[in-house]
């Protein structure tokens, strides 16, 4: 088996953690693939008695890898699905962050984890993607997020006019600081912070969600992931960010932007114990009522 190993680094006394991960990884038969700049942080510490292989992008992972582990928090897992694109290279998530939504395997469960990756017993969840097009070239080759894509004012200038339309129909016009159209997998992240309702990963839809909007009847609307979602900005300033997850562009006012579902998934491993409702109790601690 060919596991590809993704993160953007770890601190020194993560090493621990590191060491115990590569140890499983041999003693279950598994061929690992570095990422590079990764690999370049501790190859002189660890001797490797088997045979592995690095990486620097998607271009050079080897097809017949089997998954893709990614190491750190929830920001490295939307970096994992940018090195994966459409191979369908199943991704799984070991949390050396903090909240650990999307990478939920705490690093405690790495001996159990490697050996049921090895024998293949998980389940692999399809989550949908969000695609973005636009009149100038955007996020290079990877112009999708697993999250959520947003439109946002600069720093502290003025709201900004979002007009905003479905299939060409007219939806609203959001004067706020921007804008959140989100993924089922999404709605649980920058769009519940912005007051955005939970929407399990399998439901087909998008959360356009509003950022700081200036009218009290403006609320977040759940779409069907079949429309196309497009706008158009106005501002007293002549900049915008945009961004699909961690990645942002800054653009201008002229820039004719328009969202839509991806047409390929990504596959998120889960293991048979865990699933979306038990990870809202332990990470959101979705319904914890301190009187029971």
């Given amino acids: 088996m060919k596991i590809a190993i993704y993160s953007r680094g770890v601190e020194n006394d993560q090493m621990k953690d590191i060491h115990h991960l590569f140890d499983e990884l041999i003693r279950n038969g598994v061929q690992p693939i570095f990422y590079q700049d990764f690999f370049n942080q501790f ?28 190491l750190g928090g929830d920001g490295t897992m939307l970096d994992t699905v940018t090195m994966v694109r459409d191979s369908g290279i199943p991704v799984l998530g070991i949390n050396y962050g903090r909240l650990g939504f999307l990478a939920n395997i705490g690093k405690e469960e790495i001996q159990g984890v490697i050996a049921t990756i090895a024998d293949r017993k998980y389940v692999l969840d399809k989550r949908t993607l969000i695609h ?7 996020f290079g080759n990877s112009p999708y997020a697993l999250n959520e894509f947003t439109i946002h004012k600069k720093d502290s200038s003025p709201m900004i006019k979002i007009h905003t339309y479905l299939n060409g129909e007219f939806l ?26 939970v929407v399990f990963p399998d439901s087909s839809s998008f959360v356009i969600t509003p950022v700081s909007p200036h009218n009290l009847n ?22 915008f960010i945009c961004t699909l997850d961690s990645r942002k562009e800054l653009i201008g006012k002229e820039v004719q932007l328009a969202v839509k579902k991806e047409s390929f998934d990504i596959n998120l491993i889960r293991l048979n114990e865990n699933n979306f409702l038990q990870t809202l109790r332990s990470k959101l601690s979705w319904g914890l009522d301190k009187r029971n």
Avoid at 52 to 65: I, K, V
Avoid at 132 to 138: I, R, T
């Fill in 43 to 70: 190859y002189s510490s660890i001797e490797f008695p088997h045979q592995y292989s690095t990486f620097n992008s998607f271009e050079d992972l080897d097809p017949e890898t089997d998954c893709m582990i990614s």
């Fill in 132 to 138: 973005l097009e636009a009149n100038l070239p955007l």
């Fill in 172 to 197: 609203n016009t959001y004067w706020s600081d921007g804008i959140i159209v989100a993924t089922p997998t999404g709605s649980t992240g920058y769009s519940l912070s912005c007051g955005g309702p």
């Fill in 218 to 239: 403006i609320r977040p609307i759940i779409v069907p992931d079949n429309n196309i979602i497009s706008f158009e900005l106005e501002g007293r300033t002549d900049g």
